[in-house]
């Protein structure tokens, strides 16, 4: 695929005005308090593995609506002191998998916690052992359109309030040093990470790569691929929701979040993506850290300063984006700030 967006010195640039309703901060405090007002109900399980210089741990915690999540916690064997930690969310489709799967962030000396994603996990990788107890109305497949036309039946505001909360599971999680989390994902694992700094204040560093569900009616109106199709297709047939779903969406745009942000952040993009078209990761890029705030923790910004911001840029790939490259910037840039 070619190039197809908006030329390099424009997206540098690029800052749009992203609808962001009145209510927004307001929804997502309801959302975590109510979330928080279940017991977190850590369980910390070891896992019996082959490896023999990595110990891994099977890990539940209650997310949305008091709802079990699972995870894979990977640290050195052997390691006494408490660990940074770094909790990566995944891509669309994927689950936690076999905790032997991703093993780079505890060969690096970092503890490491995979959130699964809720009623995803079968579509690529090992699979998923969440379930999404959730329900919703008529919906496209996939997980786009799962309650669309009302913010507070959207699968995504289950997804990220999980999120959060596997943040704080992280903090209690045994061998963690709870003032050094970081957060990091790929596509929508980035989308994700980008609405857990909106929501976390005290943060060391936030890492999405190629993130996803960025300006999300851009991104609908300017590429056909999936999973925003999945939008697209719901409203070639609910030809009446147009304003409906775009102001549920509103609540869950990336963008809105990323404005909150308060610590350091090493995004990437890629110039050829159709899934995660490149203005729209711009956008959040250069809306990160924006809003202002009062926020304070170890990595935050200066109140009334933007944090220390950076991306990489992949002119000629697609949705791969950066790979082992990019995971190999990822370590050098965190190991700096932990």
Request: with cysteine.
């Amino acid at each position: 695929m070619a190039l197809f967006d908006l030329p390099l010195d424009q997206l540098r640039d690029y800052r749009p005005d992203v609808a962001e309703p009145e209510d927004f901060d307001a929804f997502w405090e309801l959302t975590l308090a109510e979330a928080r007002g279940h017991d977190l109900a850590l369980e910390v399980v070891p896992v019996d593995t082959p490896l023999t210089v990595v110990e891994a741990f099977d890990v539940t915690f209650a997310g949305f609506g008091g709802h079990p999540v699972k995870g894979w916690l990977t640290r050195p064997a052997g390691v006494e002191e408490d660990l940074p930690v770094v909790v990566e969310y995944l891509g669309y489709g994927g689950g936690r998998g076999l905790p032997h799967e991703r093993l780079t962030w505890a060969a690096a000396g970092y503890a490491h916690l995979v959130m699964d994603t809720r009623g995803q996990g079968s579509s690529w990788g090992a699979g998923g052992a969440t379930q999404d107890p959730g329900g919703s109305g008529p919906a496209a497949r996939g997980v786009m359109t799962r309650g669309v036309e009302d913010p507070a039946e959207h699968y995504y505001r289950r997804l990220y309030t999980d999120a959060v909360r596997a943040v704080d599971a992280a903090r209690q999680l045994p061998g963690v040093d709870p003032a050094r989390v970081a957060i990091a994902g790929i596509s929508q694992g980035g989308g994700v990470t980008l609405a857990v700094s909106g929501l976390v204040p005290d943060l060391v560093a936030v890492m999405p790569d190629v993130p996803f569900l960025c300006h999300v009616r851009r991104a609908v109106e300017i590429t056909d691929a999936l999973p925003y199709g999945e939008i697209t297709q719901y409203l070639s047939v609910h030809r009446h929701a147009v304003e409906a779903v775009f102001r549920t969406w509103s609540y869950l745009d990336a963008v809105n979040f990323a404005r909150r942000a308060t610590a350091p952040a090493l995004f990437s993009v890629a110039l050829m993506d159709q899934t995660c078209p490149p203005s729209t990761v711009y956008a959040a890029y250069n809306h990160y850290g924006t809003a202002p705030t009062t926020a304070q923790g170890p990595g935050a910004a200066v109140p009334g300063t933007r944090p220390a911001t950076e991306i990489l840029t992949y002119p000629f790939n697609q949705h791969e984006g950066g790979q082992a490259h990019q995971v190999e910037a990822q370590l050098r840039w965190l190991r700096e700030r932990v």
